[in-house]
């Protein structure tokens, strides 16, 4: 079979609502700000080197923990040949997480160009959401965005949380940085050639791949969780980066069943943010 680009690709893994139906940007964040007043989640303005980028808070984490949420990939495309102009997710599932987590310190992270304009925004062109979304500009400006957020909270030490593509980033902080306490993903493609050769895709060149260092996180406690019917990042994507860490100790992959990509998290998260990982 013939490689499609791995942006395209992902038309056919995403399940897109048609256009006519598709919130439009200014839509999709009315629904995002009703989700943050709900959870009483503040909004924080975060300017990087690169990126504008939208940050959550509730709670002071007082020289304790922050537990941060990165959201998804958002909305990369608006159909089967035209890319978004504006990746704000249509269901921000990681602030869904975030909302329902019960720590005394919550945050969540917004991806670069989400809910910031798109490709109105400070730099931000289309590759950002597609070929490098996992790219270094991406996640240096996450970084960034983390640190803020840490500092904000007057916190000592971070517990990250990412969802689908933010769990890869998430991954990718975690090498990074030596405050990271614990590591939990939900639905994450954390071996991003495992995902490009399962649904035989072109490799995500312009992005970074978690699994090939995956040594470096071998020490931080982590829990990734997949649903049984998750077609888009099925469990054998992180049983082959789990596979690549060499020591797995402080490594658990959680298969749920009766859940896919998306749905039904929010609903059994406040048990699930409760799990601790530990090393066996």
């Known amino acids: 079979m013939k490689a499609i680009p791995a942006a395209l690709a992902l038309l056919f893994l995403l399940p897109l609502a048609a256009c006519a139906g598709l919130p439009e940007p200014a839509e999709r964040r009315d629904v995002a700000e009703e989700i943050a007043a709900d959870g009483n989640l503040t909004p924080v303005a975060i300017r990087t080197a690169h990126f504008d980028l939208l940050g959550l808070m509730r709670g002071s984490a007082e020289g304790g923990r922050l537990t941060v949420y990165i959201e998804g990939d958002g909305l990369p495309w608006k159909r089967k040949n035209k890319i978004s102009d504006d990746p704000t997710p249509v269901n921000p599932v990681a602030m869904r997480l975030a909302v329902v987590d019960p720590s005394a310190a919550v945050a969540y992270l917004a991806r670069p ?35 803020q957020l840490k500092e904000r909270a007057g916190a000592r030490e971070i517990a990250l949380v990412g969802y689908s593509g933010g769990g890869t980033i998430a991954a990718l902080l975690a090498m990074r940085r030596t405050d990271i306490v614990w ?3 939900v639905a994450s493609p954390l071996d ?11 490799p995500l060149s312009a992005s970074l791949n978690p699994a090939e260092n995956a040594a470096a996180l071998a020490r931080i406690p982590q829990i990734h969780y997949v649903g049984e019917e998750d077609k888009i990042v099925p469990a054998e994507i992180n049983r082959r ?7 797995a100790s402080c490594a658990a992959l959680v298969i749920l069943p009766g859940l896919d990509h998306r749905n039904g ?16």
């Open 113 to 147: 160009c989400q809910f910031t304009g798109g490709t109105a925004g400070r730099n931000c062109t289309s590759d950002v959401w597609t070929k490098a979304r996992y790219g270094e500009e991406a996640v240096s400006a996450v970084n960034e965005g983390l640190q």
């Open 183 to 185: 590591m939990k993903t």
């Open 192 to 202: 991003t050639d495992a995902f490009t050769s399962i649904h035989k895709v072109t």
């Open 241 to 247: 980066f789990l596979s690549r860490m060499n020591d």
């Open 265 to 280: 998290w929010p609903d059994i998260w406040p048990d699930l943010a409760g799990e601790a990982p530990l090393c066996r």
